[in-house]
């Protein structure tokens, strides 16, 4: 069999380990591998190229994505995937595997549905907001990352007795906000699919507790939450109560990186077994973990609703902070 692997969507830490499983597993079962490099990008242009074991030596413990990602309205056409499915056809590639997020398995799902090309997908996005799966590659990561930061600020806020406002990514899920929130004891949290999150309700959590005695608060505030982005409400914060407060945007510190352990590991179990699946004639499906095992979901589940984060734990936040 000859297959093709791309990374697409925002790059996150273990991609390579997941890379380098794929290239390797294949070679273990005389399967012929290529990069395509910039995602549906590269598909769409034929940009890619064969890989061996060797070319993948020593990005285990890189992030990022030594195929380079990219993102690609084009295959939102239609006639764009069907061009694309073309040119796999001629260059006798008889099935990709595509480590991204919802997105780029939204297009895995359309070509596959559209021109039975054989697909499998590997989560891969900090965002951790897949249908099927507990955990995405790069969350662990961005996690660590995001709450080391966040431990650095808390000396300085706790020193002066300052209000910080931290965003971390996330325009459309809270799970990175969330977990961060909890793992370094942050006094609130404001995520886009949280019900009770409103302006007042963060004046008057802070509120309490200022009379319980708090002289210094984290808020981490996700990318896309609807009370608006940390600028946003610090600004509103300052005009309305003249608070010395200050504001730090996380940014892509957060997808970059070495991948973490679990990362790693995942990157290389899915990566293995998404060829070994594609080798016994697997159609269409993307590979996940639920309850610490490894699964594989029909491809078609991403057009399912996301995950969302757990309401107690947004809840466990006020509560942790008393
Ligand atoms: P992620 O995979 O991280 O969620 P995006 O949502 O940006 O990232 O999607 C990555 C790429 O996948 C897009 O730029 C586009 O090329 C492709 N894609 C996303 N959604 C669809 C869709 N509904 N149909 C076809 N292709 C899609
Ligand atoms: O999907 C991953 C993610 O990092 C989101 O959390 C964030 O909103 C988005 O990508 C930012 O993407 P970029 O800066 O690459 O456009």
Same mark, same amino acid.
């Given at each position: 069999m000859r297959l093709g692997v791309l990374t697409s969507g925002g790059d996150a830490p273990g991609m390579n380990a997941a890379i380098r499983a794929v290239v390797r597993q294949a070679d273990a079962l005389n399967h012929e591998v290529y990069g395509i490099y910039r995602g549906y990008q590269g598909l769409l242009e034929g940009d890619w190229a064969p890989m061996v074991s060797?070319?993948?030596?020593?990005?285990?413990?890189?992030?990022?994505?030594?195929l380079h990602t990219d993102r690609c %309205? =084009?295959?939102?056409?239609p006639e764009c995937r069907a061009e694309a499915a073309e040119r796999l056809r001629k260059a006798g590639i008889e099935a990709l595997v595509i480590i991204g997020g919802d997105g780029s398995f939204r297009g895995a799902e359309a070509l596959h549905r559209e021109h039975g090309i054989r697909c499998a997908g590997i989560p891969g996005t900090i965002?951790?907001?897949?249908?099927?799966?507990d955990r995405t590659l790069g969350f662990d990561t961005a996690l660590n990352t995001a709450v080391e930061a966040i431990d650095r600020i808390r000396d300085t806020a706790s020193s002066h007795g300052r209000l910080f406002l931290v965003e971390v990514m996330g325009r459309s899920s809270g799970m990175l906000a969330v977990h961060t929130a909890i793992a370094c004891g942050a006094e609130a949290v404001l995520y %886009? =699919?949280?019900?009770?999150?409103?302006y007042e309700a963060l004046v008057s959590q802070l509120h309490a507790n200022w009379i319980r005695g708090k002289r210094s608060s984290i808020v981490v505030v996700a990318e896309g939450d609807g009370v608006g982005s940390a600028m946003a409400v610090g600004d509103r914060l300052k005009r309305d109560y003249g608070m010395d407060l200050r504001v730090v945007v996380l940014g892509h510190v957060q997808r970059g990186g070495s991948p973490s352990a679990m990362d790693r590991i995942w990157g290389s179990r899915w990566g293995a077994e998404a060829v070994r699946r594609l080798g016994a004639g697997e159609r269409a499906f993307y590979l996940g973990e639920v309850a610490g095992a490894l699964v594989a979901q029909p491809?078609?589940?991403?057009?399912e609703p996301r995950p969302v984060p757990p309401r107690e734990l947004g809840a466990l936040v006020g509560v942790l902070a008393r």
């Open positions: 060797r070319s993948c030596a020593n990005i285990l413990q890189r992030g990022g994505t030594i %309205p =084009e295959f939102f056409r965002d951790n907001d897949l249908p099927g799966t %886009p =699919e949280s019900p009770d999150d409103t491809m078609a589940k991403v057009l």
